[in-house]
């Protein structure tokens, strides 16, 4: 383990899937965030399993509150008391009815109720979209305002609401597209009284042609360098920033000179802002690598890849 990663082709969590034999692991990237004074918006990462997982089980502290299909990774819970902190974890099952092991504990607390509160936020303004690759749309907006506070941003794809932000938020990024594909999609802000604000302008993406896996789905800021441990060894040094899409991302795939040579995967929470990893290179001097990686989106599809750096051995 090295700064909070877990080596998967070393112990065994590798997101590719299994022989079938096993049931599905636990979701990864749990969050929870309050949508009002009465509901939490949680959301997970796509589980990968062989066979496919079938759906997801969603739980208030003991109590399972909701069976969800498996293409969602996504809920409102609901009738929740205010000003009440609650605790939420997340099980897949897979087709055949096998359920694996629950997701890390997230906590989240509904805000105050706001007493005789009838008057809903502005509409968002100013909302843009434009293709971050083939596979996914970059959306912002600008703030609503409410006589008490927005809570939360509700993000549609058409007439069916696809995610939920912060209320402090006012940009995400919408992965899991299909290339050469018309998208519209709204925001709508809503405040602690469950108060809705009318549309924003929607706003219209076509996503281009091409296989690419999206631009703006790839690390940023990557950089790689070499290091020469006490016996002898070469390792190499890779720092990178995550790519801002909705959700947690808690894999990444390394590629070195052109072949894919591990997965990392987040043990624990994933670090804000830059990430670091380390790994064995050999003991030759004066040998050249070209190195990238990618991460994992949290609908379960691989992003971009990030710039390619070279790195040589006792440069």
Not at 54 to 78: C, F, I, N, Q, W
Not at 133 to 141: D, F, H, K, M, T
Not at 273 to 283: D, H, K
């Amino acid at each position: 383990m090295l700064c909070g990663l877990a080596l998967a082709v070393s112990c065994g969590c590798s997101a590719g899937g299994g022989d079938g034999e096993r049931p599905p692991g636990a979701p990864t990237g749990v969050s929870a965030r309050a949508g009002s004074a009465t509901s939490v918006h949680v959301m997970w990462n796509a589980v990968a399993a062989d066979p496919p997982v079938d759906g997801y089980e969603v739980y208030r502290g003991t109590a399972k509150v909701a069976d969800v299909p498996g293409s969602a990774h996504m809920l409102d819970v609901v009738r929740l008391a205010p000003a009440t902190s609650y605790v939420f974890t997340v099980r897949a099952r897979d087709g055949e009815g096998r359920l694996g092991p629950p997701s890390r504990r997230v906590r989240a607390t509904t805000p105050a109720a706001a007493p005789a509160d009838a008057s809903a936020p502005t509409r968002p303004g100013r909302v843009t979209g434009r293709a971050a690759g083939s596979r996914a749309v970059q959306l912002s907006w600008s703030a609503s305002t409410d006589d008490r506070k927005v809570v939360s941003y509700d993000v549609y794809q058409g007439g069916a609401r696809i995610h939920s932000v912060g209320g402090g938020q006012t940009a995400t990024v919408v992965t899991g597209l299909r290339p050469g594909t018309a998208y519209a999609f709204a925001v709508r802000a809503r405040d602690a009284a469950d108060n809705i604000s009318p549309a924003g302008p929607a706003v219209r993406v076509t996503t281009p042609a091409g296989a690419d896996e999206g631009a703006g789905t790839a690390p940023s800021g990557f950089r790689a360098g070499a290091h020469r441990a006490a016996d002898g060894a070469y390792y190499i040094d890779l720092s990178w920033v995550a790519p801002p899409v909705d959700g947690v991302v808690t894999e990444y795939g390394i590629q070195l000179d052109g072949s894919t040579v591990t997965s990392l995967v987040w043990g624990g929470t994933p670090p804000r802002g830059r990430a670091t990893y380390s790994f064995f290179l050999g003991r030759e001097k004066g040998v050249a690598h070209r190195v990238r990686l990618r991460a994992r989106l949290p609908d379960g599809t691989w992003g971009a890849y990030s710039a390619e750096r070279t790195v040589t051995t006792g440069a």
